[in-house]
């Protein structure tokens, strides 16, 4: 099975500029408002910044928190908010460990990163002007981990 | 009227009421926004003879048409009152995200008079504004109370302008902190927000940011990304501002030892190249910013291990090499103080050197000083007058809360003569003597001395004029930069994104896109030109004149002597002939009064004219 891609955020190059939610609202919205955007940018004083996307798990907790069955898993790993079932109780929110899924006030209705399904990749990975976010898979973050570790040692080593 | 909100908030601190007032079209195009908008609110409601720190005195808030949208650094926002500290026209911008929340939440300003019986904050959420209590605020520092106010709203996404205990004291040099890290740092405007009870403004919205064609739009602000990635912009991103610190010594124009040096035998220890290596832990950036110029330091050793604070070049050399410290342990802490209690750091640097100087001439006792060795170098020292001087502890607290030139006041002993300011607003980190077109525009800033108001001294440091002399034609340079860089904090951008656009025509192409109104560049800088007018006309009727827009004595009276300057001084008759120059191109008399048919042309006030 093909491993599943996510948005990955560094945080040592997360500077905390809030432009992928510009972007994410503007590609997926068409409008500026970034309270809308799927993608939250989250910073703990001082100098932490992250920006969290849905992680894609394994066993979805949104979906089983979901009263009206209006989550659904698609290929790709993602979810999926059926707008017609969907009344904002907001459970799938609390259920999900790292606030990957927004209200929608105006909508009455929670959504979600989609990964800009139908492009190459996501806009807010796109760009980033900080490098910060990859769209790329579990498996390949750990590898290029151990290629950092292992430069490391050659530098070192000299 | 797109790019705007189209109203702005109105609160009487007095009566407790809010209310909502349009914005009229002619009012925004005519001053744009931010440093124009603050301009005209202030000619046109603070009482001519009105005291600073009385309820008469009005606080605005106003972001700019591009707050809110992908342009570069769009996020910031400016504050202005009657300064406490200069009695003319006071003003401030900051970055951080206070511009776009304001806009989001559906306002374009804040517009605050009267004096509430009680501290209070302002909170502003979408349509809704309160003024609420803030008795448990009181006292507490900036940070603190940007947390507690987080907390008491349920909301981590609330941004936050206070003051602290400073700004509460009504200290002459009291600041605003937003965002934690950014300031409305200049002219005391933490003293009028004190004088007022207001302890703070707090923000949240949620709504969507309208422009004429997003699609435009964000055609020209990915270019912008862009070029915010490439070699216009690299100094801030690698060394953030205190790159400066070599380059300037290395011209001889870095302030050391109050003024008396531009060169600092130890600048490499404070240099920006070795913060990054040792002290910055995290690099960070405003809302909408590709640049990331925000350099956190953090203090691993000594006493004040643990400290957190940004540090930027002129905070960096006022409290460093201009209190001869070489310590950025020490600057890093004396930032933090100033940030958290409230007070400007580039006030507090040239405060404390003075009262170093003073100290070292004699001028000042032991006890004066409570005990403190307080010589030129001493970083311990250096920290603890700037506690004092933020928490007016002791006589020395007491004797350095508003400022040099207040401060000197008081001591008399021709301790005048080495105040370092410009209508007692203290002067920021470019020598006088070796950078003398610089001086010229420091020494015309309507707010007071200021290198933010034209960038004058870009001329000096890239050589193309003779910086160790002055002539007719220097005005003209100040002139022209004071229209563009009025535009610049009307709109507001970030001044550092300045080098990403090609040329005037590309930064009104910015107001065309985001309000629809069809401007070119030649209306921009006429615009440019009223607003800085308009502030002009403020400081007319609080009673400015030529003798407002000279440099302190050091420049005239004193050679500078160091490791570049030869006995380098400014002629005074050269200074004199710049002046005039300057009055002149900016169509004023020769007392620095705008001509009626100038005023008329801009469609201003006329009745201040001559």
């Known amino acids: ?158 | 009227m797109k790019g705007y909100a189209g109203k702005f908030v109105r609160v009487n601190l007095t009566t407790g009421e809010t209310g909502k007032e349009r914005l009229k079209e002619d009012v925004a195009r005519n001053f744009v926004g931010g440093y124009g908008l603050v301009a005209h609110t202030l000619y046109n409601e603070v009482p001519e003879g009105a005291d600073a720190l009385s309820p008469e005195n009005v606080v605005c808030l106003w972001s700019g048409p591009v707050a809110g949208t992908p342009i570069p650094v769009s996020s910031k926002y400016a504050m202005g009152a009657l300064s406490p500290l200069t009695g003319f026209i006071g003003f401030g911008i900051a970055s951080g995200g206070i511009g776009s929340e304001l806009k989001a939440a559906g306002w374009d300003g804040i517009v605050v008079t009267g004096k509430a019986d009680s501290p209070k904050y302002i909170y502003v959420h979408n349509g809704q504004v309160e003024v609420r209590d803030a008795s448990h605020l009181w006292g507490k520092t900036t940070w603190k109370t940007e947390e507690l106010i987080r907390e008491e709203l349920f909301d981590d996404e609330v941004r936050v302008s206070s003051i602290g205990p400073s700004g509460e004291m009504m200290n002459r040099i009291a600041n605003i902190t937003n965002d934690r890290n950014r300031q409305i740092g200049r002219c005391g405007i933490g003293a009028a927000m004190g004088s007022k009870n207001l302890k703070a403004i707090a923000i949240r919205g949620t709504g969507s940011v309208e422009v004429p064609d997003l699609d435009e739009l964000l055609e020209f602000c990915l270019d912008l990304h862009q070029r915010c990635r490439g070699p216009a912009t690299e100094k801030y991103r690698k060394y953030g501002t205190p790159a400066n610190v070599l380059v300037h010594n290395r011209l001889g124009c870095l302030p050391t030892n109050n003024f008396q040096k531009g060169t600092f035998d130890q600048a490499e220890a404070v240099s920006g190249e070795k913060m990054l290596e040792t002290m910055v832990k995290k690099i960070t950036a405003c809302p909408a910013c590709p640049i990331g110029c925000d350099h956190i330091n953090m203090v691993k050793d000594g006493p004040w291990a643990g400290t957190v604070a940004s540090v930027d070049y002129e905070s960096l050399d006022l409290l460093g090499p201009n209190c001869g410290v070489a310590d950025l342990n020490a600057i890093t802490k004396a930032v933090e103080l100033c940030d958290t209690l409230g007070v400007d750091t580039i006030s507090a640097g040239a405060t404390v050197s003075w009262a170093m100087e003073a100290y070292e001439k004699g001028l000042l006792t032991k006890e004066d000083v409570d005990g403190l060795d307080l010589r030129f170098g001493e970083g311990e020292a250096m920290v603890e007058a700037v506690r004092r001087m933020c928490m007016r502890e002791g006589n020395l607290g007491e004797l350095l809360a508003d400022g040099a030139a207040r401060a000197a006041e008081k001591l008399g002993k021709d301790s005048e003569k080495f105040v370092i300011a410009n209508k007692k607003m203290e002067w920021g980190a470019y020598s006088m003597r070796p950078l003398q077109t610089a001086t010229l525009g420091f020494a015309t800033s309507v707010r007071g001395a200021c290198y933010l108001r034209s960038g004058s001294y870009q001329v000096d440091v890239k050589g193309t004029v003779d910086r160790y002399h002055l002539d007719r034609s220097r005005g003209k340079i100040v002139y022209d930069g004071e229209n563009l860089y009025s535009i610049i904090d009307s709109l507001i951008i970030c001044k550092f994104t300045r080098g990403i656009y090609k040329d005037n025509d590309e930064i009104a192409k910015v107001i065309r896109l985001v309000t629809g109104f069809d401007v070119d560049s030649e209306e921009m800088i006429k615009t440019g030109e009223r607003i800085h007018n308009q502030a002009k006309l403020f400081n007319v009727k609080f009673g400015a004149g030529r003798k407002d827009d000279y440099p302190p004595p050091r420049a005239f009276e004193e050679k500078l002597y160091d490791d570049v300057s030869d006995g380098a001084v400014i002629d005074r008759a050269e200074y004199d002939e710049a002046l005039s120059g300057y009055y002149e191109a900016r169509g004023w008399n020769e007392e620095g009064i705008p001509t009626k048919a100038l005023l008329e042309e801009l469609g201003l006030d006329t009745s201040l004219g001559v």
Request: charged share 30%.
């Open chain 1, 1 to 158: 099975m093909e491993q599943k891609r996510i948005i990955v955020c560094d945080t040592e190059k997360c500077t905390g500029c809030e432009i992928c939610e510009y972007m994410c609202s503007i590609f997926k919205e068409k409008t500026i408002n970034w309270s809308k955007a799927r993608i939250r940018h989250v910073r703990i004083e001082p100098t932490f910044d992250i920006a969290i996307a849905c992680r894609k798990c394994e066993e979805p907790l949104c979906i089983k928190a979901c009263p009206r069955d209006a989550i659904s898993e698609q290929p790709d790993g993602s979810v999926k908010i059926d707008k017609d079932k969907c009344n904002g109780c907001g459970w799938c929110i609390e259920a999900c460990n790292f606030g990957a899924l927004k209200l929608d006030w105006e909508k009455k209705c929670v959504a979600t990163c989609d990964f800009c399904a139908d492009l190459d990749q996501p806009k807010c990975v796109q760009f980033c002007p900080y490098e910060a976010l990859e769209f790329t898979t579990l498996d390949q973050v750990g590898h290029e981990a151990g290629k950092k570790a292992f430069m490391r040692v050659i530098e070192e080593l000299g």
